[in-house]
């Protein structure tokens, strides 16, 4: 069994930054990819970012490639989103996942066993 947790959402105003952190427990972390989904009122789940096991390899949604960055801590068990220039159509609930039978970086949602709770991203214009 796999327990994320995520903090750090908030409300920001455009052009600002948040920092995403995801904490997993209960098993080998370094083995796992992990990845950030979002959700938007009224709209369906989309792939953000994803990252291997090591953090070697990384795959971002065009919407978010070249202002958002992920990466983990492996010791630390923990897995970040660093967003930067943060637009109003960013907004939305931010989820960490974990593949447990996936080393590389995948986007599919139905790859991942494991989801966090969600932390709330509110970026006003």
């Known amino acids: 069994q796999v327990a994320l947790v995520e903090s750090g959402g908030g409300l920001v105003q455009a052009g600002g930054s948040l920092r995403l952190s995801c904490v997993a427990s209960?098993?080998?972390?370094?083995?796992?990819?992990m990845g950030w989904f979002r959700q938007a009122p009224g709209k369906e789940r989309e792939f953000v970012a994803g990252?291997?096991?090591?953090?070697?390899?990384?795959n971002y949604a065009d919407s978010v490639k070249g202002r958002f960055t992920i990466s983990r801590d492996n010791v630390k068990n923990t897995v970040y989103l660093q967003m930067n220039s943060l637009k109003p159509e960013d907004t939305a609930v931010y989820s960490c996942?974990?593949?447990?039978?996936?080393?590389?970086?995948?986007?599919?949602?139905?790859?991942?066993?494991?989801w966090g709770q969600g932390t709330q991203v509110t970026v006003s214009s």
């Open positions: 990252i291997s096991g090591s953090g070697i390899s990384t």
């Open positions: 209960g098993r080998t972390f370094s083995r796992d990819a």
């Open positions: 996942a974990a593949a447990i039978r996936f080393f590389s970086p995948t986007v599919r949602a139905g790859n991942y066993d494991y």
